[in-house]
């Protein structure tokens, strides 16, 4: 492993966690009425890292994310379970009905999800794009509340609501997802929506930033601790192990995450049984050269010059 490529998974994992406390501290935050900094509760990051937990358990538990070896892994992982802990705990609605929703798909998108088998990623865009949902139904009920509006939405009866009699006016409309301002979370003076909702909005931002750095500085990093291994042996050696073990496969034969003892192991196994492959290819194509296919044309002359590396420039010259 050179010394800059592991500084820059190293580096990368270092500003993906700043980017995470970042975020935790503005999706924690929020102003009164009065200008006032105050907090907005511990309820939801207590749920957020329960679920967060859960997520990183599945990981742990799946082929495709092994427990960490160095401490670089080790700070990916434990930034990355507080940055889904943020995340998940500053867009929650902190109190309501819809609260139990909301956990109910997290549970499926998130905490059950298995890591991605081609990219490695265990947080994907979706459950971001459902996050960030959940963000914009959280600033909702906000600027609701911000505006004395204690109600999800208000629905305008049809026929009641155009009669011009105020006795009719309590049953004009219908209020759905009715809650409180304690329910909510407000400050006792009330909220100062615009400030409060840009801190969440970029906290939020932060937050998935950091965890997208953090999950591809992670893998950038395995990769290097990969070739590091394969790099100890003698660089022509090295050269043809790399090309029968390309880099873009390394998740694929379940490398990542392994051990020292058993990641040489995995790749010996690989490379005899990658080098057992070429060697039969090789055998066939001269078979192939001895039942006199050279001059063919056609179907069976385009495939034996793409097995044999030829071009049809090449063939002219």
């Given amino acids: 492993m050179s010394a800059r490529t592991d500084r820059s998974a190293a580096g990368g994992v270092a500003l993906g966690a700043?980017?995470?406390?970042?975020?935790?501290?503005?999706?924690?935050?929020?102003?009164?009425?009065?200008?006032?900094?105050?907090?907005?509760?511990?309820?939801?990051?207590?749920?957020?890292?329960?679920?967060?937990?859960?997520?990183?358990?599945?990981?742990?538990?799946?082929?495709?994310?092994?427990?960490p070896r160095d401490e670089v892994g080790i700070a990916a992982v434990a930034a990355g379970f507080?940055?889904?802990?943020?995340?998940?705990?500053?867009?929650?609605?902190?109190?309501?009905?819809?609260?139990?929703?909301?956990?109910?798909?997290?549970?499926?998108?998130?905490?059950?999800?298995?890591?991605?088998?081609?990219t490695g990623r265990w947080i994907g865009g979706g459950a971001f794009v459902l996050l960030a949902l959940f963000l914009v139904f959280r600033l909702w009920i906000s600027w609701q509340g911000s505006q004395l509006r204690w109600q999800v939405v208000s629905v305008n009866v049809p026929i009641l609501s155009w009669l011009p009699f105020e006795i009719l006016d309590p049953v004009k409309?219908?209020?759905?997802?009715?809650?409180?301002?304690?329910?909510m979370g407000f400050p006792p003076a009330g909220l100062d929506f615009p400030i409060s909702a840009t801190l969440w909005a970029l906290g939020f931002a932060a937050c998935v930033g950091g965890l997208a750095l953090l999950q591809s500085s992670a893998i950038e990093h395995e990769n290097d601790r990969i070739h590091a291994l394969i790099r100890t042996l003698p660089p022509s050696i090295a050269d043809v192990v790399e090309r029968l073990l390309p880099e873009e496969e390394w998740r694929d034969l379940g490398l990542h995450g392994l051990p020292e003892r058993r990641l040489a192991r995995r790749i010996e196994s690989a490379v005899a049984e990658r080098a057992r492959r070429a060697q039969a290819l090789r055998r066939a194509l001269e078979e192939s050269r001895l039942l006199g296919t050279s001059a063919a044309g056609g179907f069976t002359g385009e495939i034996r010059r793409a097995l044999e590396g030829e071009h049809p420039e090449d063939e002219a010259r």
């Fill in 18 to 67: 700043l980017l995470v406390g970042l975020g935790g501290l503005l999706l924690g935050l929020q102003v009164d009425a009065n200008g006032a900094w105050c907090g907005t509760g511990l309820a939801p990051l207590a749920i957020g890292a329960l679920l967060a937990l859960g997520a990183l358990a599945v990981r742990v538990g799946s082929r495709a994310g092994r427990m």
């Fill in 82 to 118: 507080f940055g889904l802990a943020f995340a998940i705990g500053g867009t929650l609605a902190p109190g309501g009905p819809w609260m139990f929703l909301q956990l109910a798909l997290l549970v499926t998108v998130v905490a059950l999800r298995k890591p991605d088998a081609e």
């Fill in 173 to 183: 409309s219908l209020s759905l997802g009715s809650f409180t301002p304690g329910e």
